[in-house]
């Protein structure tokens, strides 16, 4: 195969599809940009449009929670919330274990708008924030892969990433989440970096910082930002790539940016005393001890200081990597935290912090996630991948880092397939921009011409045809021939429509579902809306007390807090793992136990899913299994994995399943009062199987509220004295009227 030729501009940078368009390049520019932003917003909407303007999942019910208190009550306040209705009886300090840019963010737009005078509601700001930052994103891409390559390769790939559902997953309309606006400063701090390593300019670096302070603001995945830029550094001192740019940019970067992002409370003095920072912090000792010896190099060139400069960035690498280890065994640095090492060791979470495996975003990736996430950018991205190893300079060699360091940590955990997407949309703009050049390129055909000096012609042979002047030569044999590139085009053509298609479809219906309003479709094609969630939370905030205690388990926590603003013991923090496993603890005891814990933690209300009536898979059932694990790992005396399965090691509700299994509290509060109605009555649709245990009654709780198809089940915890009450026969509850009625006394 023939070689590429980069087409290159005047001023040295890549210009790809626009180096015969210099007048028009600018409105082009704008205008794809605009229908990427357009296209990107619009996609997101099939939620709001399906159901409602609402909030969704899990987590961002807290940030709106949140965010409408910081708007009530001022960023102060907020900094300084308690807030008692969570993990009772401890409570949370919310401005302490927050990252607050989302809220921040949301409450300045809330704020400039009605300065404005234009009024909103800070529900819809919410719902719509992710949206409208997916069209910053495609800037940002743009920008990004502009200073990589060309403008062309920008521009596919700022369409790319405002439609491809790796991204969308998480953007959509009412994902209200720290990643809808994480993943715009991530790519806007990487076009800043590469800014300011390319032109070693303090302005860009402080810009780089102050980008990088936004992110850390927003989404604990900061931490790829500070691995990844000191892993660059690192990698182009390795390739003798050290420069005086290199040395400004990331000395000015890491000092202001370490003192910025340590001005988030969340964060703290972690910088400066977690593993998870300390590669930035020995990258920039190895790139002061290599500065130094530069500059003393300077001042003698003539000294033998090549194999000086060798050992010392040896020495100094060394010297380094001792402190480090030194200062962690001492304890000054804390080790890696459970979830930073699980992406090292897979089976770590599993094993030793079961929690962190029963969250299905911590799950290893599926080949197939990726082909639904990125379609055809899977195999493209490979390609521009190639093109900038193949034209490598300081800039590409990062995109080349971050390419593979985003592929592994994806293929470890299917929540990382959010930074993956960047880089691959950003690979695959080049890849399909150098296609794109191949194809519309025009040959370049050389022009031959003939001079007209009669006195070269006198000994022509009679006959012999003059060439004429201008005579174009014939084209070479490398080129592509008019159907080769029409077909190409086609293809090209048909390749981007399939890939549009596809994530259009896939965001519709497979990221715009509010997980809290569920739609089934009948036979002839009628949707039914089934609102149990919301109903459930309803009741809880019109018919308890305001102090009502709910124990369910932490999946829920955030919604009850939030719909239901009623108190809960545990929810989606997960910062105390004890807790957890005392409410698992309760879920997987008998009716007794549980109702010793429920006792002592001051409970009012039990609150369990159950998706056996309507086949709802994401049920407490489906989850048990997780609730025993936790709960074995911190009582491990009294619970026991083993006790929940069969002989033959199955997890079963039926007439099969073990004695323990179908005595504790998880499996009555689920099945309880569930044998009328069904066919067979009592059939669990879900698993496809009858329960085992039937016709049970229940000592310690009653049933207080269930949902209209049995998705939310609610009970009530009795008081001592409600079943400790001897109770008398029917005929022996009337009270003789001589004992009420008194006689007259003389």
Known sequence: MPSTAVPKSNNGQNRGIFKNTAGSSTLITVTVLSLAWLAGFASRLFAVIRFESIIHEFDPWFNYRSTAYMVQHGFYNF????DERAWYPLG???????????????????????????PIHIRDICVFLAPVFSGLTAIATYLLTSELWSRGAGLFAACFI????????????????????????????????????????????????????????????????????????????????FSQRLFVSYSVFYIVGLLLSMQIPFVGFQPIRTSEHMAASGVFALLMA????????SLNPK???????????????????????????????????????????????????PIIASVSEHQPTTWSSFFFDLHVLVCTFPVGLWYCIKNINDERVFVALYALSAVYF?????????????????????????????????????????????????????????????ETAPPPDNGLGMNVRS???????????????HCTWATSNAYSSPSIVLASYGNDGSRKILDDFREAYGWLSQNTAEDARVMSWWDYGYQIAGMGNRTTLVDNNTWNNSHIALVGKAMASNESAAYEIMTMLDVDYVLVIFGGAIGYSGDDINKFIWMVRIAEGEHPKDIHEADYFTERGEYRIDTEASKTMLNCLMYKLSYYRYDSGGSPPGYDRTRGALPGNRGFKLTYLEEAYTTEHWLVRIYRV??????????????????PTSNIISKKVR
């Open 79 to 82: 900094l300084n919330w308690f």
């Open 92 to 118: 949370r300090i919310v401005g302490g274990t927050v990252y607050p840019g989302l809220m921040i963010t949301s409450g300045t737009i809330h704020w400039i708008l009605h300065a404005l005078n234009i």
């Open 162 to 241: 405002a439609i491809v559902p790796g991204y969308s997953s998480r953007s959509v309309a009412g994902s209200y989440d720290n990643e809808g606006i994480a993943i715009f400063a991530l790519q806007f701090t990487y076009y800043l970096w590469l800014k300011s390593v390319k032109s070693g300019s303090i302005f860009w670096s402080i810009c780089t910082a102050l980008s990088y302070f936004y992110m850390v603001s927003a989404w604990g995945g900061y931490v790829f930002i500070i691995n990844l830029i000191p892993l660059h550094v690192f990698v182009l001192l390795i390739m003798g790539r």
């Open 290 to 297: 290599i500065g130094a010896l530069k500059y003393l190099h």
């Open 303 to 353: 000294g033998q200081w090549k194999q000086l400069l060798i050992l010392g960035g040896m020495l100094a690498a060394a010297a380094v990597f001792l402190v480090v280890v030194l200062l962690t065994y001492m304890g000054v640095i804390a080790p890696w935290s459970g979830r930073f090492y699980s992406l090292w060791d897979t089976a770590y979470a599993k094993i030793h912090i």
């Open 410 to 470: 994806a293929g470890v955990m299917v929540r990382l397939m959010l930074t993956l997407t960047p880089v691959v949309c950003v690979l695959s703009g080049i890849a399909f921009s150098i296609l794109l050049d191949l194809v519309l390129k025009e040959d370049d055909q050389p022009v031959l011409t003939v001079e007209n000096d009669e006195s070269k012609n006198l000994y022509d042979k009679a006959g012999k045809l003059k060439k004429r002047t201008h």
């Open 487 to 501: 077909g190409t085009l086609i293809a090209f053509m048909i390749l981007l429509m399939l890939f549009s298609v």
């Open 718 to 735: 009795k008081k001592p004295d409600e079943f400790n009450r001897p109770r008398l026969p029917l005929a022996k509850r009337t009270v």
